[in-house]
């Protein structure tokens, strides 16, 4: 990353930051916080889409993180910063674990056993009758000085993580993960570890996801085990095609618009559901690239002479 | 270690057999340091199988591999290539997507921090010839460029054997006279000994100090190309009648 | 891959931000709303469809008899219904925007989930909750602002035992079935210990899955147990369907109930007619028996012509949401819901099966039930023949 | 009595694989040819049950015995189900093949536009089903619907059939190819886009040949092929992606736990085993039972 870089990345985040002040009552603060969550876990998603692999565990990883975060508050009383802190913690762990195993598969497999890892999870939590079972847990309040900066607390922890992954990204560590995903087989010969930097991918992923959790758990006060199915992660994988997977901010443009989308189709009643279904057909349908490709086509399009304008 | 005719890479009755093909039998020859050592055959004759073997991409059947003096007989690609031998692919060696600049940083990853990484790209880049290409994205170059940025990944490892499997297909005759001379370069100024895989027998012997010749997985001849090209196993079974072409 | 062009589409995404936020908002200042938070999408989604069409339905009515009088004003009454999609997250969504979007103070809500998410918003904001979830979790004096609003386990579950005690007095075991998730759960921990208590021995009791599509080793475990009453108290209608069809296939005789059991039709749709037979239900609405008359029986009709189930225990809870609030409000004579809240326990409202009062407190140590009478049902050649109705006490 | 439950698992395992392989079949075909996962596979065997259910009473009212009402019906219902297949591959899937993710996303959208659609022209509630072949059987002093004894023979036949076409006919031997390595067909001059198409279709008529024969046995509701869904996905992942045979032997392994753990663990516990043997099962084998490197 250059100087430049850090620069708008500090300015836009005050901005984002700052903005949120913007909005005071209940509802929009209540979609704001969903905005900027749903940011991070497509971020998360996304990050491991840099390797070429889906991950569809990461809803069980940010369902461990909504569960730390519910633990820690109302069974334990641990402190706000620790209980926020639990979850992407244990999610880094499990996945290193669960990585180390499963990421020597690629492709379609590792896919579907993503599947099968978030319904398992899913299924266990709701076995478990000290977190709540099939019930959930109740009660996971942030601290009362946070009542009234709840959006803006969200909103510096999101802009912060999304900060991190792009610096990572932008990283000669990104630049790996861009390799493997090219061609896993080039960085083996030159002496990269790529089973070790797949499983260090997944695992910063993993606690991205887990940290999108403990905010839901914060947001929404109240967590179930349906919350976290595999459906989570499709949406995930929705928000990342519709903005664009090429760049980061593709990903929060995706979940900033699907989210809002899925807010405004609530009134739709019913009919929601076709609604979405619909816009998530005709977006993929029509922009490929998703809203990037699109932004960058008009630009390419401003900015081209006449003449290649006519070849096109 | 490292003498003028030290072996850095030794393989003693080498074999590999998938279901019922044997695709390389008893296969014994030495790598010398500071040499380039040719490996030759007609298409099906093992060569790729014997790359996968000392690369440790594929476990051998039997036989014994030994690298730098030690036994490497079934380790990971990843120790291998961490001993300091590193190989290309014969379909494309090097990330599509990505910049000419990026595709070799990667081969400096494992070997250096920092500043010192790009130091050794702007350097593996000029010996290559591809400073003027750096930031172009390595799919849309020129098949010459594309074969030149594989070595170059391979190269920034500073490996201590460089394997490099059939680097000059697809190119013409003047690009294969300057990767010919990159070859030599490179054992030169870095003294990387190398070992060659080629279909080209005219540049592999222009540049080869010694050649091994492969046919259907067995070792048919090892020894200088002027020895090769008349021995009359090789002639018959791999250069055909007309061997001066 | 350019760095430079981030601010394009952020901005592009404050300005959507800002746009959504702007969309949607009030009703008319004299139309009273109560919001409806149910599964819309999904296996749930004929409960949901059900729910919200009676609540509309008692809204016509009251809208047609003049509507409500507070204080002189007279407001319309009308439903808004959101899809919860049957979870808490989802829950929460609906909960939001019904409440603090809408600005909507009388919600109800189905699922426990969702229930629980609406729930932490309803009682912290001054909201008034109908609860529409079977277990007694989200019931009682921690939540003053929630009210129940039909008959669940804890009121049906006496009925049928105590019918059953009579009427097979020899037996003497039970297994139990339930769907794993909250509302299973929650049942089952209400029934056990009735059967317990009531002198039976509960040999076993399973969950499966939801979205278990092959019932037959459950079956054959049921069927292993060869237990005098096999209870089914809250599988719906396709999954009880199937269960009955396979014990029916395995020759299992035993006394099987549904417990929450609210249409026979649908559980025949699947099952068939003969493996339902003589099926016992708890919570289906013996519309052509006795106890109804005409004008329900139309409502009926209706409501099977516009989404495929006739009226039944879950789907009524629309229409009666609408009539306690109403109730609740002409008795406190005000919009505010803890005035209406303390006005509902003392309230006599018109409920679908007819005039009802409040009590409870046996159960949830509050009165927040309306003494709604029980039907035992059983199926015939399938068709719901009255066993008992039972008049749940009022203490 | 040991022995009775024995037999009666064994029936019930074969009784569930072979639901699970009619609908595991389309799926390994889309996957092989397309190197998709098709996530709206359910929702053609939805709407396939749900004609079914509409057709044979509307046809049995015009005065068809039962069996050639169904049979009608059938037919019908694969004809337009397939018309809805080529309509989602024309104007949606050619345009995302072997493309995963984009597949995996338009398939997604499309089976939420579904089950919202279906959901309001057909309504929630479970259809009445079809009674089509009435009574059980008697297998080893095992009483077994006849119905299923119908689904298994079905399946068994498709399978045959499907496996002899993909070994014995030209389109076969061309899928199978384009299958193993697209670039390669495509150089002999096998019209790889036509092909894909055709395997679509093929797996499309599969999924609605599946609903039809489930119709009368599962439930029939909108939301049925989500249920299937899942389990199918496991199947062929623990047969091998793309893999006829795999396909056969990963929805039995599923079967088997589903029926084996289900009697003695219980029917939560089986569904967790399923999950966690899946897992298993890739790490031993990480492309499946069958499925080639």
Redesign the interface.
Known sequence: MRRR?HI?WLA?GLI?VA?TRL?Q????I???N??FIACLFAASFRFV?LIGE?SFASAAFVGVGAYGAGVATTLLHWPFALAMLVGPVVATLVSIGFGL??L??K???F???G???A??VQ??A??IQVIG????M??IFAPRILDAWMQSFVAAVVVTALYLLYRLE?S?FG??L??IQ??D??????????LGAKVTCFAVASFMAGLAGSL?AFV?????P??FGFMLA?FA??YV?V?G???L??A??GA??MV?????S??L?????????????V???LM?QG??GL??KI?LRLMAPKAVRREA | MGGATSSLLRTSGLTKRFGGLTAVSDLSFDLRSGEILGLIGPNGAGKSTVFNLISGFTKPTAGRLELFGRDCTGSSALTISRMGLVRTFQHGSYMKAMTVRDNILIGTLQRLRGPARRKCVAETAEMLGLTSCLDRIAGSQPHGIQRLVSIAIALAARPRVLCLDEPLTGLNQTEVGGVLGVFQRIRNEFGTTILLVEHNTKAVMAVCDRIVVLHHGQQLAEGPPLEITSNADVIAAYLGPRHDR | MSRQMMAKPLLGAAALMVGGLLIGGAGPADTIRLGLSLPLSGGGAIWGKGTAWMCDKAAAQINKAGGVNVQGKVYKVACVAYDNKYTAAGGASVAHTLLDRDGIKYVLAMGTAPILATQSLTERQGDLLFNLSWGKATKGPKFPLTFDVFNSPAEIGPAIIKFIAKTYSSAKTVVMLNVDDATGRETEAIMRPMWKKAGYRVLASMFYERGTTEFQPTALRLASYKADIIDLPTLPPPDAGKVLKDLQTLGVKGVKILDDGTSASAVEATSGRSALDGVYMGAAIPIDGPSFDARQRAISKEAKAAFGDPVNLVNISGYDAMQELVAGIEKAQSLNPHAIAKALPTVHFKSFYGDVGFGGAAAYGVNIQPLLPVYVTQVVNGKLVDRAKVAVSGK | MMSATFVQLVIISLEIGSVYVLFSLGLTLIFGIMKVVNFAHGQFFAVSAILVTILVPFLAAHGLPVLPAYFLATATTVAVTVMIGWGVYQFGLVRFLRDMEGAFILTLGLAMLSDGLMLSIFGGAPRPEPVIVPGTVRIFAVAVLAQHVVVFGAAVCITGALYWSMTATRLGKALRAIASDHEAAMLQGIPYRRLSRDGFLIATALAAIAGALMAPISEVTPAVGNDYLMNGFMAVVVGGLGSVPGAILGAMFIAVIEAVGGYYVGPSAATMAIFVMVIVVLLIRPRGLLGRA
């Open positions: 870089d708008v836009g984002a903005a909005f009552d209940a509802y929009s209540s979609v704001v969903l905005v889409m889906m195993i499963v020597r598969i492709g379609p497999y896919m579907l056993i599947f099968a890892f319904e398992a299924i266990a709701a076995q079972g099939p019930s959930g109740v009660g932008w000669d630049r790996l861009g390799a090219n061609n087989n080039v960085a083996r010969t030159v002496g990269v570890n790529v839901t929404n006060n109240v967590i179930a349906s919350d499709n994988l929705v095609k903005g997977e090429r760049s901010f593709g929060v443009a900033t618009v809002l989308l899925s807010s405004y609530i009134v009643g019913a009919s929601n559901e076709l609604f979405y279904g619909a816009a998530i057909v977006t993929i349908l490929p809203l990037a932004v960058e630009r």
